[in-house]
């Protein structure tokens, strides 16, 4: 069955850099209409770009470490020590994105924050390492490719940079000759910030957290995401904002040896293994168990179209999706189970698509991060989430 599919995007605009809590803060304010994405074949390819990401660091695991990762498949072959960074919410594929500073003279440049990713990679314009005066060409270079066919590649360099008020040395920076990035993004760099055990860059690279702590940079090896639909999403490093949250935090231990932050919980009573993603629009995992969450939330239907599996429903009701951690509930709202509309029914932000990743695995993105404030806690190696307010 094809569906006559609209995925509605926003944009959003830099705000003003604040201090919370001793921490690095960004500020995303929502402005302007929607846009409706019309081709399903443009959202397929959203969703492939996403999975490709993650066989990349499957691969990335596998080259480092000589063994499998845990989702391997056949398949897959006073200085200030908090800060805060503003961001914005760009286009389809809902990444947030902030502005870092690297070299001296300093170059500002908007980056993608994502962890689902290690490494930092950023395309040559702006950033010149032969301007910098901090730069090191370390002789060394990388190549990694994308599901949309294009690709990074280029010199390694380590130089200087600074997140908000914090300024520190030696991040390694992929620096590509090519524009891998769409057109319609406005990030020049992807900043990643999963654990190191997936970046594709030698060990004597540094990635953006591993620099911040070698150098004991911040008040706690710590982010927090808080993303919001409206005014007030935020990204800290360094400390925890309470103001965020209601309630206490529900921590859930995950293991950085798999480089992802993989955690496990449930999905409307069925179990999931789950990677926690700011880089991903939907809640994304294989058709078969969408087809078992479906089945458990009354109202909706399962619909397939172009080898991917959807959600539909009355737009006048609000599905039960309850996303469950460590025996807590987290309630997706009305503005985040609905995700744009397929023909006279409303689409749910839970979608269906095979992968080389492991059946039960699922991805959780944009309708579980507004929906939740979520601490990834390097120090204790640990994720914590709470009820935003």
């Known amino acids: 069955?094809?569906?006559?599919?609209?995925?509605?995007?926003?944009?959003?605009?830099?705000?003003?850099?604040?201090?919370?809590?001793?921490?690095?803060v960004i500020n995303v304010d929502r402005r302007g209409g929607p846009e409706p994405i019309n081709d399903i074949r443009k959202l397929k390819g959203v969703f492939q770009a996403i999975l490709h990401k993650y066989e990349s660091g499957i691969l990335s695991y596998k080259h480092r470490t000589g063994k499998d990762h845990i989702w391997h498949t056949p398949k897959i072959?006073?200085?200030?020590?908090?800060?805060?960074?503003?961001?914005?919410?760009?286009?389809?594929?809902?990444?947030?994105?902030?502005?870092?500073?690297?070299?001296?003279?300093?170059?500002?440049?908007?980056?993608?924050?994502?962890?689902?990713?290690?490494?930092?990679?950023?395309?040559?314009?702006?950033?010149?390492?032969?301007?910098?005066?901090?730069?090191v060409d370390t002789k060394k270079t990388f190549s990694q490719g994308y599901a949309d066919?294009?690709?990074?590649?280029?010199?390694?360099?380590?130089?200087?940079?600074?997140?908000?008020?914090?300024?520190a040395k030696n991040l390694s920076i992929g620096?590509?000759?090519?524009?891998?990035?769409?057109?319609?993004?406005?990030?020049?760099?992807?900043?990643?910030?999963?654990?190191?055990?997936?970046?594709?860059?030698d060990d004597e690279h540094l990635t953006l957290m591993e620099a911040f702590k070698q150098q004991n940079k911040l008040k706690k090896n710590l982010f927090q995401f808080t993303l919001k639909s409206g005014k007030g999403s935020t990204l800290n490093f360094g400390d925890i904002d309470t103001s965020k949250f209601c309630d206490e935090l529900t921590w859930?231990?995950?293991?950085?040896?798999?480089?992802?932050?993989?955690?496990?919980?449930?999905?409307?009573?069925?179990?999931?293994?789950?990677?926690?993603?700011?880089?991903t629009t939907f809640i994304i995992g294989s058709r078969r168990q969408l087809k078992k969450v479906i089945a458990k939330t009354p109202g909706v239907s399962y619909l397939e179209s172009d080898g991917m599996g959807y959600g539909v429903f009355d737009c006048n009701i609000t599905p039960n999706v309850t996303i469950t951690y460590g025996g807590t509930d987290f309630k997706l709202s009305r503005e985040h189970v609905a995700r744009g509309t397929a023909g006279t029914k409303c689409l749910l932000s839970i979608v269906g698509m095979d992968s080389g990743l492991p059946l039960d695995t699922w991805i959780m993105g944009d309708p579980f991060f507004q929906t939740t404030s979520i601490v990834f806690d390097h120090d204790h190696k640990r994720l914590g989430f709470a009820p935003q307010k």
């Open 1 to 24: 069955m094809q569906l006559g599919i609209k995925i509605f995007a926003a944009a959003f605009a830099l705000t003003t850099l604040v201090s919370a809590h001793e921490g690095v």
């Open 77 to 135: 072959s006073k200085r200030s020590d908090v800060t805060s960074i503003n961001m914005q919410d760009i286009s389809d594929e809902t990444q947030w994105i902030g502005e870092i500073c690297l070299g001296k003279p300093s170059t500002c440049v908007l980056a993608h924050f994502d962890t689902g990713s290690a490494d930092f990679i950023i395309v040559k314009d702006p950033y010149d390492p032969a301007k910098s005066n901090t730069s």
């Open 149 to 167: 066919g294009s690709k990074a590649e280029g010199g390694i360099f380590i130089d200087s940079f600074s997140v908000g008020e914090i300024h």
């Open 175 to 201: 620096v590509s000759k090519k524009n891998f990035l769409q057109s319609f993004e406005k990030n020049k760099a992807i900043a990643g910030l999963s654990f190191s055990s997936i970046k594709s860059f």
């Open 252 to 279: 859930v231990d995950v293991n950085p040896i798999w480089g992802f932050y993989i955690v496990g919980g449930r999905i409307n009573g069925q179990k999931a293994i789950t990677a926690i993603d700011s880089g």
